[in-house]
């Protein structure tokens, strides 16, 4: 078996975080799901949604880099219309980020099982782009979403690293619920 390419792991890696993502609401009752744990710590509805509103804005990030400009789910798709975000405050990059609990807490987000639909369709988006990758994408020169000069390969691995912490919330706050912590094992 031959040793798979950079671009290959990432793919790899995504794949199966974003299964792990989803699935740690599978075994949430609604009420699970929505319920903040203390007033600093979100819900598992809610970093779903931060972590598909991350995915389907790094999708479109990405776009240029094949010569396809996509649009987010979010717009294209009438999302935000459908759940009643007009001028709503998403904070950073319409995603969540710098948000604030207050704010956050207030989101108008529909039921789990819509929020996870969404975040099925952001996150299959942004996979068929990485599955794309190859030596020269992955390693073309990108501004990231920080406005850091890097490569599209980097900005991945910064991408992986932050859905991974967003993923260990969800687990941690299954399990102070009650439910089994860990998707990963």
């Not at 020169?141 to 967003?166: C, L, Q, S």
């Not at 260990?168 to 009650?178: F, K, T």
């Amino acid at each position: 078996m031959p040793i798979p390419t950079p671009s290959e792991i990432v793919s790899a890696r995504l794949n199966k975080l974003d299964s792990q993502l989803l699935q740690a609401v599978d075994t949430l009752t609604e009420e699970e799901a929505s319920r903040w744990p203390a007033a600093t710590a979100p819900s598992c509805k809610w970093h779903l949604w931060h972590m598909a509103r991350w995915a389907d804005y790094v999708q479109a990030l990405l776009s240029p880099v094949f010569d396809e400009r996509t649009p987010e789910l979010w717009e294209f798709a009438g999302v935000a219309d459908e759940w009643g975000f007009d001028g709503v405050n998403l904070g950073m990059w319409g995603a969540g980020s710098g948000l604030g609990n207050e704010s956050g807490q207030s989101l108008p987000l529909p039921s789990v099982a819509r929020v996870r639909s969404y975040a099925s369709e952001a996150f299959e988006l942004l996979e068929k782009r990485v599955g794309k990758f190859d030596d020269t994408s992955f390693n073309a020169p990108f501004t990231d979403w920080h406005d850091n000069e890097t490569n599209v390969g980097d900005a991945m691995v910064g991408y992986i690293a932050h859905a991974n912490r967003h993923l260990g919330m969800l687990e941690a706050i299954s399990g102070v619920l009650g439910k089994d912590g860990s998707v990963t094992v």
